[in-house]
């Protein structure tokens, strides 16, 4: 830098250039090693609530049980959706956790990818009909009868669930 140019103008030609800082939507999306993360899925509008049954969980028979409850009431597709413009069907869903602190743990990141709109999806199912259904992040979906129909018990959901979560930027 010469003696006749003042740090305010080459301040200014780095904007200009756009070789200026990253943008405040950029800066909010960034993680720590400057990747940016997707902040919204596909899924349709809908409601996510839950209520503590006082019962137990296999596996857990020291626990109360939260209850989740997914509804989304019929819709029109958007871009985001298979067809644009076509009707889908809406979708009542419980889903079941554990009441402890991992428990809990998992509701708050499900919250969070339900907010983010990556938990459900509108696909074509093997019927040819466009449904609302759970996305890549499984859900247990029956309180009992093991892993084979998303039921309890099975040890690993609450990890394997945070591991998932996690891989799609919910922490």
């Known amino acids: 830098m010469g003696s006749n140019q003042s740090s305010e103008k080459l301040y200014c030609n780095r904007y200009l250039d756009g070789n200026g800082p990253p943008s405040l939507v950029q800066q909010a999306n960034a993680e720590v090693n400057g990747i940016y993360k997707v902040l ?11 209520v503590i ?6 596996g857990y028979p020291v626990d109360n049980t939260l209850q989740i409850n997914y509804i989304f009431p019929d819709g029109i597709q958007t871009d985001k ?15 079941y956790l ?5 428990g809990r743990r998992v509701l708050k990141l499900l919250d969070k990818a339900f907010n983010t709109e990556l938990l459900f999806s509108v696909v074509t199912n093997n019927e040819g009909q466009d449904v609302v259904t759970p996305a890549s992040i499984p859900l247990k979906t029956q309180a009992e009868g093991g ?3 998303d039921g309890y018990p099975d040890p690993d959901y609450l990890k394997n669930v945070r591991k998932i979560l996690k891989d799609k930027g919910i922490e």
């Open 147 to 149: 892993i084979k129909v």
């Open 53 to 58: 049954l006082h019962r137990d969980l296999p």
């Open 98 to 102: 554990p009441d402890s602190h991992d």
């Open 40 to 50: 919204s899925g596909t899924q349709p509008p809908g409601q996510m609530t839950w």
């Open 81 to 95: 959706h298979p067809h644009p413009g076509q009707p889908y069907p809406g979708l009542r869903l419980c889903a």
